[in-house]
Every structure is written in structure tokens, then in C-alpha cells.
């Protein structure tokens, strides 16, 4: 028997916003101006949000804190594409996507004060808390995927992971359910590069993580993670095409700029030189130079919203603190389950608290 290709398999690389500022007319999603200064703003609050959590946990004031500075383009690019009857899955690097989903920063401090009501989701939003365990948060998008194909719902679910969890088992595990069963998941791989201190060519000899999907027999794509047109458009066609019952693999290519957490460093693990070259590959800096560029910003409207978001998020952290003068121990048990399992409320009961007799 002659030997012959069995199936050929191609993956795309999608960019729609390129650093030199020029735009791909056939792809650009041509969102409205409101819009676009909608997301540039968000992009700008996290960036801020950030620098100002780090800070706090600096002075005592906040736990451990993973920022995602860098990240702003592939986080608020496709979470922005999410509809709301969409479900969103974070891992522990999510603080753009929430922004974007309308959480307020004071509820992002709480969880990272050790606040339970912080990882609380409220009937109106459709924002799973954050996920540590790696690769987890692939798992459950598939599963709520797979939900909304039973229930036959026009929805989709995101599920947010990083490079290193395509290395966990969870991850190759859930790709497969959901495309046996038709989820409607959306799995938003962000390639950052580095999982802690181990590179991206450590964790596998693939050439793609979005090749990954191919052994599932799902769609792969990946897009310029720092583009953040690219990812909304991407984003939305993966989203249309969950909907549907066909999932989709999204790896996007960007740089995790910042600290692993506040409690990393990576000075011992990377370069300067490397910093150095994906600074210049900032994605607020390519959107907002785009958006000069077509007049929507100016000098003095950007020092308008920088402004505005100093107040936002003075006036956030002051709640924040406030908040956190509650903190009660005992609110473990809260907000995980609507029915407390009795192994559950075993354990409240033996810890003091009240059981709400649920
Ligand atoms: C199952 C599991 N193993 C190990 C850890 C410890 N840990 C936390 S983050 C991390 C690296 C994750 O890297 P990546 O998936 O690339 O995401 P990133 O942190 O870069 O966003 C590890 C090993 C964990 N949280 N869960």
C-alpha cells in the first residue's frame, strides 16, 4: 500500500492591527468609534488597576496577585466579543476579562484581600470566580458548553488558560469532550510566553498550541494577542462557531510583561533584551497610537480618561478596604454552593458558624 498524506491540517495566524498601525480592511470588525474607546479605556483601568494592586500587596495590604500587564489586548479584545448570555471561565490572571464583563475593581481586590464575597457570582452575571488549579478552567468551559448544547441554548461559554496548563492533561482531555459532545466552548489559550519561569519551547515541541485542537478534531487559530482587533474578531467568529456546536481552540500570542505573581521575580529566569522587545510590542500603545491616528484621541482626551480612572480607582480601593474590615472567616463556606453538600455543613458546624439551613 503506497503511503500517502491521510488528512492535512493548516493553522491560521490572524492580525488584524498591525505595530506599524496600519489595519486589515477585510478582518477589521468595524466597531463603532464609542466602542473602540470603550475597550482602549477598559485596557487603560487594568493597566492601572494593576500597578496599584501590586503596590497595595507591597504595603501589606493585599494577598498574593497575578497582574496582567501585557496581556490587556487578548483579554478585553475577547471577553468584549462575549455576548451576555455567554459564560466566562478565568483562571487567576483575569483582571482585563472581568473588567471588560463589568465586575468592579473593588470586588478584584476583595477576592485578592482574601474576601469570599469577592469570588461570589451574582444571578445577573455570567462570570465563574477565578479557577487556580492549571488547566482547570478548560475543563469547566467544556462542561458548561456542553450544558448549553443539551439545553440547546444560543450561547457560548470562554475558558480562559495560559501556555503552561496545554501541558496538563485536563486541557487535551476537555478539547476532546467538546468535540465529541458539541460544546459551545471557546478555549482562549493566552501564550504569554512563560509558565513562571519555564519557557513556552520547554513546554512542548509543537510548533502551535493551537495545533493542539487538531487531535480533538476542533478548529485551531491564533492571533496576535497584542492586537487587540485581532482578538475580538477572532474571538467572535470562535464564539459564532461554538454557538453552534462546533468548539473552538484560541491561542493568542502575547507577553506576559510583568510579574508571574507578587511573589516572582523574573529578572532570574529572563532577559532584558527580551522585555525590552515586547515592550516595544505594547498593545495599549498600538491601539491608542491607532486611535489617534483616526482623531478619536487627542492629548487632552487621553489625559481626560487617565484622570477619570485615577478617581475610579481611588474610590474603588477606598470600598475595597472598607469591605475587607468584614472579612469573616467563616464565609468560606459561602458562595461556592446555592445547597451546601452535608459533608459541607459538617464541617461549618464543627468550625462555629451558622448554617443557613440550606
Ligand atoms: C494543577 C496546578 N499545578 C501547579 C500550580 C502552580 N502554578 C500556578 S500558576 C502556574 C503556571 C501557569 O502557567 P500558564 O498556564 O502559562 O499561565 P500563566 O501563569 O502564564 O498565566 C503554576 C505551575 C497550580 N496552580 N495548579
Known sequence: MPRETAVDFAIDRVQVLAPDGSVDEELDPDLPEDR????????????????????????????TYAPAIGQEAAQVGSAGALSESDWMVTSFRETPAYLTRG?????????????????????????????????????????LGWAQEIR????ATIGYFGDGATSEGDVYEALNLAGVYSSHAVFFCQNNQYAISVP??????????????????????QVDG?????????????????????????EALTYRRSLHTTADDPSVYRLEEEEAEWEARDPIERFEAYLRDRGALSDERIAEIEASIEDELAEEIERAKEGAQRIDPADMFEYVYATAPPELERQRADFGGESDGE
Open 36 to 63: 473602540l474607546l470603550g475597550l482602549y479605556r477598559t485596557m487603560k483601568l487594568s493597566r492601572r488597576l494593576d500597578e496599584r494592586a501590586i503596590a497595595l500587596q507591597r504595603r501589606g495590604e493585599l494577598g
Open 226 to 250: 497584542n492586537d487587540v482587533l485581532g482578538t475580538y474578531a477572532v474571538t467572535r467568529d470562535a464564539l459564532e462557531s461554538a454557538r453552534g456546536g462546533d468548539p473552538v481552540l484560541v
Open 152 to 155: 440547546d441554548e444560543d450561547a
Open 103 to 143: 465586575t468592579p475593581p473593588h470586588v478584584l481586590l476583595w477576592y485578592a484581600m482574601g474576601m469570599e464575597e469577592g469570588a461570589a457570582v451574582p444571578r445577573e452575571t455570567r462570570n465563574m470566580p477565578p479557577s487556580v488549579p492549571v488547566g482547570s478552567q478548560a475543563l469547566h468551559a467544556a462542561g
Open 200 to 221: 513556552r519551547e520547554k513546554q512542548t515541541k509543537a510548533e502551535t498550541l493551537a495545533q493542539k485542537a487538531i487531535s480533538a478534531g476542533i478548529e485551531g487559530v
